[in-house]
């Protein structure tokens, strides 16, 4: 009897699906934040970082068999660069603006974070891009002469797009980001950098699509308890100084994690050690890799998974990576237009 009852819901949630599909391809991406189980606190707060941006790109590979070929050719022009950067004329030399339009959905007044809030988002994104962070100076010996310093990047806040809601949590599969699917439509993805904010549930903290993508969903997706710096006491600690953004950021200039998202993985960077895998917490300096060679890990790296107070600096060659793709002929050329 209960098969019977089952058989005509799957059809219609398949022949929704389809007409889903049909309407908007992103919709077929399927969410992580319900098939992957991370501990989270009474709060909701995981107990180590988590970020989704490795694994919606693995589902955007599989669904876009042009993806593949585009970040290949992304990578072997980075690579281009990188080698000669001399050869590749910076369009505008100096500082690099990037407007950011933030897109806010909301069903609680603590889901509608304020103004204030969004900003000190962008001074963090700011002092962090710039080397100006106070931490800095933490930065061990060890890697002081691979340091980025100033990335010449520069966050404006462009526009504050809110939107309420009735969804309680959105998930990982994009649909944040379509006015169709509820969420916000991007704002000129190709000239601003859009940001949404919402919770995204299972404990994810946040993602970023890479460069490569469609700009129907180029962007970065934070978590709104993890958006900009709040109070060490309070529920988002210890991800609240707005690292999170820095590190989707960077995922958004093509930086992978530095562990290379597999056991002594690559993550494309020379002057990065190789990891054994994702540091979580806040591991003392000095912490050395099995990998080949037991070189220090450089846990300190935004793009680790340590605590928001315990990571502090890009390298200089993820600076590079990232200034290949402002060049002309670089996937993200259109925001260093005048
Ligand atoms: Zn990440």
Redesign the pocket.
């Known amino acids: 009897m209960k098969k019977i009852l089952v058989l005509p819901v799957v059809l219609v949630l398949l022949v929704f699906s389809c007409t889903k599909m049909a309407q908007d391809p992103m919709a077929n991406v399927p969410d992580l934040s319900s098939t992957v189980e991370i501990p989270v606190n009474a709060q909701g707060v995981p107990f180590q970082r988590t ?4 694994e919606v790109h693995q589902q955007q590979l599989k669904d876009n068999p042009g993806l593949a070929k585009k970040m290949a050719d992304i990578e072997a022009f980075t690579k281009k660069v990188s080698s000669d950067p001399s050869a590749y004329r910076l369009v505008s030399p100096g500082v690099y603006e990037i407007p950011v339009v933030v897109n806010v959905l909301y069903r609680t007044t603590e889901e509608n974070i304020s103004d204030v809030q969004i900003q000190s988002q962008i001074q963090v994104l700011n002092a962090d891009f710039a080397a100006t962070n106070a931490d800095i100076i933490k930065i061990p010996n060890t890697f002081t002469n691979v340091k980025a310093g100033n990335t010449n990047l520069r966050f404006v806040l462009a526009q504050i797009i809110r939107k309420s809601t009735t969804k309680t949590s959105w998930g990982t599969n994009n649909s944040m980001k379509s006015t169709l699917n509820g969420g916000i439509n991007p704002t000129s993805p190709t000239t601003n950098m859009n940001m949404w904010v919402c919770t995204i549930g299972g404990g994810i903290l ?3 699509q890479f460069p490569g993508g469609s700009s129907a969903t180029d962007g970065i997706v934070i978590d709104s308890k993890y958006v900009g710096v709040t109070s060490n006491s309070g529920p988002s600690a210890p991800y609240n100084l707005g690292r999170t953004a820095t ?2 950021v ?2 958004w200039l093509n930086l992978r ?1 530095i562990w290379g998202d597999s056991r002594c993985g690559n993550d494309q960077v020379n002057d990065t050690p190789a990891h054994d895998a994702a540091n979580y917490g806040c591991p003392a300096p000095g912490l050395k890799s099995l990998c080949k060679g037991g070189p220090i890990e450089m846990t300190m790296n935004y ?1 680790d ?1 340590t605590n928001d107070a315990c990571m502090y600096m890009f390298s200089s060659g993820q600076k590079t990576r990232m200034m290949a793709l402002f060049a002309q002929g670089g996937f993200r050329n259109s925001f260093a237009q005048p």
């Open positions: 970020c989704a941006s490795y946040g993602y970023a590190h989707e960077g995922h994690h793009m998974y």
